[in-house]
């Protein structure tokens, strides 16, 4: 599987961002997609997460209510819309992907097998 990520920028502080994930696999639908981010200095965090089968998602406490994120199992992308974006949110985001992940494991890197290049997110203040 091969994703790229897309959609980074710079935004101020309150503004939006839309990032999304493009796939390239054979079979989309059974992997679990993840939105992970690392600053400078930072071990890199969970942000966000949708199971293929039946598309719930999971989030972070930091972005819950202000992140969605969604997927297109037709198109095999996935987006992450970021609203009221903060400049503790600056980061790469990067997108990766992994099959048979379980809830209580959703939110740990080593357990995504397939990940992208990362999209900087520069949020100013």
């Known amino acids: 599987v091969q994703l790229q990520a897309s959609g980074g920028g710079l935004v101020q502080a309150g503004g939006s961002l839309r990032l999304s994930c493009a796939a390239c696999a054979h ?36 972005v819950k209510g202000r992140f969605t994120m969604s997927r297109d199992n037709a198109r095999n992308t996935v987006t992450l819309q970021m609203n009221t974006l903060k400049p503790e949110d600056t980061a790469v985001y990067l997108c990766a992907a992994g099959r048979g992940i379980i809830i209580s494991t959703i939110a740990l890197a080593q357990h995504y097998d397939y990940w992208g290049q990362g999209t900087q997110v520069t949020v100013s203040s």
């Open 27 to 62: 079979t989309f639908r059974p992997y679990t997609i993840g939105w992970f981010r690392q600053a400078p200095g930072k071990e890199r965090e969970f942000v966000a997460a949708i199971k293929g089968s039946g598309g719930s998602t999971y989030y972070a406490s930091s």
